[in-house]
């Protein structure tokens, strides 16, 4: 099974300095047909979680392109180029590469 | 609207069954990959299993915590995506999710598992 590692668990942020969550892969998220399988998502206190980033850095309808997605292989990264006070939750990176697995969830909170 | 939502949680005893229901409208349920996701009070995110759609095959695959003790079927003709859970353990308790695709999630359902 792939095992998903983020850091930190932890982000405090000042109200519009960048935030920048790290996604690391036990094994190469390219699957056969050339694509990379790597999404973010956002978890709010309380609510459902909602996909913002797929297939790496493409956001989904919506989200504000304040979020960004890169990277390549095992290696990923979501940043927030100015965190907003509804920025506040939980952050999780999915690989969907060989079925499908969550890392442990970055809880960003304001400073 | 696009919606999913999800029923039947509640209390049950360990070694015991429920299933859940998750009624999709809004959206070609028929064409959709549907999935179940779990989160464990105070947890992160567990993806429980797939299933594809008819037209793909109409298979699952699971996660290896519950494969041999939790099916997920469809039924397409009623737009829902069932779960069905057999030999509950503690460690099930959880709020379950049905996902359309990883774009459209339910509100959950919760399921306690404890005598």
């Known amino acids: 099974d792939i095992v998903m590692t983020q850091s930190p668990l932890s982000l405090p942020v000042i109200l519009g300095q960048p935030a920048s969550i790290s996604c690391r892969s036990s094994?190469?998220?390219?699957?056969?047909?050339?694509?990379?399988?790597l999404s973010w998502f956002q978890q709010r206190p309380g609510q459902s979680p909602r996909r913002i980033i797929y297939?790496?850095?493409n956001r989904d309808s919506g989200v504000p392109d304040r979020f960004s997605g890169s990277g390549s292989g095992t290696d990923f990264t979501l940043r927030i180029s100015r965190v907003e006070a509804e920025d506040v939750g939980v952050y999780y990176c999915?690989?969907?590469?060989?079925?499908?697995?969550f890392g442990q969830g970055t809880k960003l909170e304001i400073k | 609207e696009v919606q999913l939502v999800e029923s039947g949680g509640g209390l049950v005893k360990p070694g015991g069954s429920l299933r859940l229901s998750c009624a999709a409208s809004?959206?070609?349920?028929?064409?959709?990959?549907m999935s179940w996701v779990r989160q464990a009070p105070g947890k992160g995110l567990e993806w429980l299993g797939r299933?594809?759609?008819?037209?793909?095959?109409?298979?699952?695959d699971y996660a290896a915590p519950v494969k041999g003790r939790f099916t997920i079927s469809r039924d397409d003709s009623r737009h829902t995506l069932y779960l069905q859970m057999n030999s509950l353990k503690t460690e099930d308790t959880a709020v379950y999710y049905c996902?359309?695709?990883?774009?459209?999630w339910g509100q959950g359902t919760l399921v306690t598992v404890s005598s």
């Open positions: 299933i594809r759609s008819e037209t793909d095959g109409g298979t699952a």
């Open positions: 996902t359309s695709e990883d774009i459209v």
């Open positions: 999915m690989q969907g590469t060989h079925w499908q697995t």
């Open positions: 809004g959206f070609s349920f028929s064409d959709a990959w």
């Open positions: 094994q190469s998220l390219v699957y056969s047909d050339g694509n990379t399988y």
């Open positions: 297939k790496v850095s």
